[in-house]
T-cell receptor, first 113, second 115 residues
């Protein structure tokens, strides 16, 4: 079945550091890929998405590119802020009319001033 | 903005009790989902519903049931609560159009403790 593997945390960075959180997937067909973020005490919210190969999703300075050849969707940000401290989840959806999401285990990011 | 509201942020129940977790969304979404979130395991899908009175099992349905009598409300039921059901429970919804490109909108979660 479908699966998502993301780098284990926790990840601790200083403000303005470069961030990469790796995500790889296994899926049949052509999935859509997502990054969700969970701030402390809140539910998940969509950060960015990509629906086909070579698409780049971006939002709030975060970017991720859908790489079909390496089955990856790594999350990057050039300069993190303290307010980016959260848990980040990579997820995939099988595509078409299937609305189910398969999530990775999440990566806790802490940014120190 | 879509609002998904879960009735309780924190809940403490005893082993063997029947527990109801309620979720309401205000955007007329067709699809609704219940997940549980555990450290090191991420989110796992318990049940989902594509329409009123329709339900389908997710990846870990054992020990749970659901009810969807109205479009805006999706209830998760623990028939006889056990300590291994202590967890964070998250509800989500999406519209019934746009396929898998639609993001899921989440509530803030219910942290359930079974003693």
């Amino acid at each position: 079945g479908d699966s998502v593997t993301q780098m284990e945390g926790p990840v601790t960075l200083s403000e303005e550091a470069f961030l990469t959180i790796n995500c790889t997937y296994t899926a049949t067909g052509y999935p859509s890929l997502f990054w969700y973020v969970q701030y402390p005490g809140e539910g998940l919210q969509l950060l960015l998405k990509a629906t086909k190969a070579d698409d780049k999703g971006s939002n709030k300075g975060f970017e991720a590119t859908y790489r079909k050849e390496t089955t990856s969707f790594h999350l990057e940000k050039g300069s993190v802020q303290v307010s980016d401290s959260a848990v980040y989840f990579c997820a995939l959806s099988e595509g078409g009319s299937n609305y189910k999401l398969t999530f990775g285990k999440g990566t806790l990011l802490t940014v120190n001033p | 903005d879509v609002k998904v509201t879960q009735s309780s942020r924190y809940l403490v129940k005893r082993t063997g009790e029947k527990v109801f977790l309620e979720c309401v969304q205000d955007m007329d979404h067709e699809n609704m989902f219940w997940y549980r979130q555990d450290p090191g395991l991420g989110l796992r899908l318990i049940y989902f519903s594509y329409d009123v009175k329709m339900k389908e099992k997710g990846d870990i349905p054992e020990g749970y049931s659901v009810s969807r009598e109205k479009k805006e409300r999706f209830s998760l039921i623990l028939e006889s609560a056990s300590t291994n059901q202590t967890s964070m429970y998250l509800c989500a919804s999406t519209p019934g159009w746009g396929g898998s490109n639609q993001p899921q909108h989440f509530g803030d979660g219910t942290r359930l403790s079974i003693l």
